[in-house]
């Protein structure tokens, strides 16, 4: 089984859901109940935009390039996510810990 460690790895380098469920070899409803789960835990927050709190367009290194709509900002959007602090901290203390 995937672990958390490798979907956030891999979340933070960016692609799609399609193309995660793919590299991990698993169903994409199996990988939208994973993030979920990592949103609810806190190591992951939905971009939103215009939203502060981290979570939001002006928290994105790409907010200055990026066209792609998210909700709140237009009629169609794409769901986006990033990692929170609470995220990296993770990674990284699982790192440290091998």
């Known amino acids: 089984m995937v672990s958390t460690e490798e979907i956030l790895c891999r979340i933070e380098k960016g692609g799609t859901l399609d193309e995660l469920a793919a590299e991990f070899g698993m169903r994409k409803s199996v990988l939208v109940a994973r ?4 949103v609810r ?13 981290g979570c939001g367009c002006e928290g994105c290194p790409m907010s ?4 792609v709509p998210v909700p709140g900002g237009g009629r169609g959007w ?17 790192r440290r810990d091998k």
């Open 35 to 38: 993030i979920e789960f990592m």
């Open 41 to 53: 835990a806190g190591y992951l927050c939905e971009i939103k935009s215009g939203e502060g709190h």
């Open 64 to 67: 200055k390039t990026c066209s």
């Open 78 to 94: 794409v769901r986006m996510y990033m990692l929170t602090e609470k995220g990296r901290e993770y990674i990284e203390g699982v």
